[in-house]
């Protein structure tokens, strides 16, 4: 019996091997996301101009009148088009906030205080308790954007190496966390404006004036992180451990890599940077708690659109990772002088290129889909068309999980994927009465899921980098293999978890909703 399990295997995982071949091929088919919405635009240009001519019996309920496609290619459109072109794209919501979130980021993680606060946590964790806190760690490095990928990935494998575990195995969760976690967090970071922003220029193609807090999934994020760590540690240490556990380490041993003791002057500003992040936060704690703090709306409300609080959240992200990292720099001895500060938000922006180069493109599609009326039209007709699921959201929020799961096997890119979305989801189901809030949640749960098993997804590759310095022959194949079970329970249990927080009626997050209006 055992002879013919080890002759299996090789045939199961060529066969897995062979559909993440297929699905490779077919993603890299695909343009470049940038290219995607260029093209899209065109699409959007020439379907305007033929639609024109087309009468529709779709009533706009805004309004009440019909709907009329905008002929994008007119001479009055296409030069309101040029004309708009830049106020398009620096009004675009994702691009200010996420930018100014990541000039304090960019400083934090530039004077090594990220980095440093990583090490340490991981370097004090019990045994028995490494799986999670690896996990934990992946989660909320998302504060720092790709700092996970590049720096809590290849911990894992150096942490479980020297506790005596094979390595894969905290490579593999630590990925988990990292990515399969994307969307879970208890800390704010950079992808919460992003996505909000996609989500409010959405939802303003149905409601011009409707506001889609920053924190909007706050709740849901955070208690997706107790989840994704709990099951994680489950499927690491029961599904996936005994599985690879046997597997040989074959790299060069001179190579492998090993955990350097923190410095004293890494602990000292480490110390004294969370000191000042720990007082900046009761401070700012001590400042919310009166009734007539200037954190308030005119009511008295800290979590209305209109409280100064809620419009200061991308500010506050600024300087919760700005002020601790200028202090770790100095006090570390990272940094000289003011020139290192501005180094760090330099390193920062350069970081930032490609984004602000597909914003720029979203910004235009999303403009000329809104302005020609064919947003509304395709989501009328869609709401039209799921109207048989209207009394069954739940039904609707588990399509847009697997279908966001399915897309992102081919479409790597967070903000690429929810900019070709949201003007479609978001007004669709706000026409049957799901907010914009739930529908960005589900898109979060099926994004995440899917993550660790897409080799389209960037960074894809450099995790299988980081196995073969441990085991020579770890492939694509290899790591999809190993990160399967993560994807499957994590889609499943996650979805259920939404469902389950939607019937009990939990509030996602700051100013969220569950219905439209």
């Given at each position: 019996?055992?002879?013919?399990?080890?002759?299996?295997?090789?045939?199961?995982?060529?066969?897995?091997?062979?559909?993440?071949?297929?699905?490779?091929?077919?993603?890299?088919?695909?343009?470049?996301?940038?290219?995607?919405?260029?093209?899209?635009?065109?699409?959007?240009?020439?379907?305007?101009?033929?639609?024109?001519?087309?009468?529709?019996?779709?009533?706009?309920?805004?309004?009440?009148?019909?709907?009329?496609?905008?002929?994008?290619?007119?001479?009055?459109?296409?030069?309101?088009?040029?004309?708009?072109?830049?106020?398009?794209?620096?009004?675009?919501?994702?691009?200010?906030?996420?930018?100014?979130?990541?000039?304090?980021?960019?400083?934090?993680?530039?004077?090594?205080?990220?980095?440093?606060?990583?090490?340490?946590?991981?370097?004090?964790?019990?045994?028995?308790?490494?799986?999670?806190?690896?996990?934990?760690?992946?989660?909320?490095?998302?504060?720092?954007?790709?700092?996970?990928?590049?720096?809590?990935?290849?911990?894992?494998?150096?942490?479980?190496?020297?506790?005596?575990?094979?390595?894969?195995?905290?490579?593999?969760?630590?990925?988990?966390?990292?990515?399969?976690?994307?969307?879970?967090?208890?800390?704010?970071?950079?992808?919460?404006?992003?996505?909000?922003?996609?989500?409010?220029?959405?939802?303003?193609?149905?409601?011009?004036?409707?506001?889609?807090?920053?924190?909007?999934?706050?709740?849901?994020?955070?208690?997706?992180?107790?989840?994704?760590?709990?099951l994680g540690w489950w499927i690491t240490e029961r599904v996936?451990?005994?599985?690879?556990?046997?597997t040989p380490i074959d790299g060069d041993a001179e190579d492998?890599?090993?955990?350097?003791?923190?410095?004293?002057?890494?602990?000292?500003?480490?110390?004294?940077?969370?000191?000042?992040?720990?007082?900046?936060?009761?401070?700012?704690?001590?400042?919310?708690?009166?009734?007539?703090?200037?954190?308030?709306?005119?009511?008295?409300?800290?979590?209305?659109?209109?409280?100064?609080?809620?419009?200061?959240?991308?500010?506050?992200?600024?300087?919760?990772?700005?002020?601790?990292?200028?202090?770790?720099?100095?006090?570390?001895?990272?940094?000289?002088?003011?020139?290192?500060?501005?180094?760090?938000?330099?390193?920062?922006?350069?970081?930032?290129?490609?984004?602000?180069?597909?914003?720029?493109?979203?910004?235009?599609?999303?403009?000329?889909?809104?302005?020609?009326?064919?947003?509304?039209?395709?989501?009328?007709?869609?709401?039209?068309?799921?109207?048989?699921?209207?009394?069954?959201?739940?039904?609707?929020?588990?399509?847009?999980?697997?279908?966001?799961?399915?897309?992102?096997?081919?479409?790597?890119?967070?903000?690429?994927?929810?900019?070709?979305?949201?003007?479609?989801?978001?007004?669709?189901?706000?026409?049957?009465?799901?907010?914009?809030?739930?529908?960005?949640?589900?898109?979060?749960?099926?994004?995440?899921?899917?993550?660790?098993?897409?080799?389209?997804?960037?960074?894809?590759?450099?995790?299988?980098?980081?196995?073969?310095?441990?085991?020579?022959?770890?492939?694509?194949?290899?790591?999809?293999?190993?990160?399967?079970?993560?994807?499957?329970?994590?889609?499943?249990?996650?979805?259920?978890?939404?469902?389950?927080?939607?019937?009990?009626?939990?509030?996602?997050?700051?100013?969220?909703?569950?219905?439209?209006p």
């Amino acid at each position: 019996m055992a002879e013919q399990t080890e002759n299996d295997a090789p045939a199961r995982e060529s066969l897995g091997s062979r559909m993440l071949a297929t699905v490779e091929r077919v993603g890299n088919a695909l343009p470049d996301p940038t290219v995607l919405f260029i093209a899209l635009l065109g699409i959007i240009w020439i379907l305007s101009w033929l639609l024109s001519y087309v009468t529709f019996n779709v009533v706009d309920p805004r309004s009440g009148d019909p709907i009329v496609i905008i002929n994008q290619l007119s001479g009055t459109s296409f030069t309101a088009f040029l004309m708009g072109m830049v106020t398009n794209f620096v009004t675009f919501g994702p691009v200010g906030t996420v930018l100014v979130a990541m000039l304090g980021i960019g400083v934090a993680e530039h004077s090594g205080f990220i980095t440093t606060g990583i090490r340490a946590l991981l370097n004090v964790t019990p045994q028995k308790l490494l799986t999670p806190m690896v996990i934990l760690v992946g989660i909320v490095s998302h504060s720092a954007v790709d700092a996970g990928y590049v720096l809590v990935i290849p911990l894992g494998g150096v942490i479980f190496y020297a506790a005596g575990r094979h390595p894969l195995v905290g490579i593999a969760a630590a990925f988990a966390g990292v990515s399969g976690g994307f969307s879970a967090n208890f800390v704010p970071a950079a992808l919460d404006p992003l996505l909000q922003g996609l989500t409010q220029g959405g939802a303003q193609i149905v409601d011009p004036n409707i506001e889609v807090n920053t924190l909007n999934n706050y709740f849901f994020t955070t208690a997706s992180s107790l989840l994704i760590v709990s099951l994680g540690w489950w499927i690491t240490e029961r599904v996936v451990e005994p599985r690879i556990k046997d597997t040989p380490i074959d790299g060069d041993a001179e190579d492998l890599p090993e955990i350097h003791e923190l410095k004293d002057a890494e602990r000292r500003g480490l110390r004294w940077a969370l000191f000042v992040m720990v007082a900046g936060l009761a401070v700012l704690l001590l400042t919310l708690i009166p009734g007539d703090s200037p954190w308030r709306d005119v009511n008295g409300n800290l979590a209305s659109f209109t409280a100064p609080i809620m419009r200061s959240i991308v500010a506050l992200i600024f300087l919760l990772f700005l002020i601790p990292g200028v202090v770790f720099g100095y006090v570390a001895g990272t940094f000289k002088g003011a020139k290192d500060i501005i180094e760090g938000m330099t390193k920062a922006m350069h970081g930032m290129a490609y984004y602000l180069v597909i914003m720029f493109f979203i910004a235009q599609f999303v403009y000329a889909f809104g302005a020609s009326n064919l947003g509304t039209l395709l989501a009328l007709q869609g709401a039209e068309a799921l109207k048989v699921f209207e009394n069954y959201p739940s039904i609707l929020i588990v399509g847009i999980v697997l279908l966001t799961g399915f897309i992102n096997l081919f479409v790597g890119s967070a903000s690429g994927k929810w900019g070709l979305l949201a003007p479609i989801f978001v007004p669709m189901l706000m026409y049957l009465g799901v907010s914009p809030d739930l529908t960005q949640a589900a898109y979060r749960v099926g994004d995440s899921s899917t993550n660790i098993i897409t080799p389209l997804m960037p960074y894809f590759p450099l995790v299988v980098v980081y196995c073969q310095r441990y085991v020579k022959n770890t492939g694509i194949g290899t790591l999809a293999a190993m990160m399967l079970p993560y994807s499957v329970w994590f889609l499943v249990t996650w979805t259920i978890f939404l469902l389950a927080y939607y019937a009990l009626g939990i509030p996602l997050g700051l100013g969220s909703s569950y219905t439209y209006p």
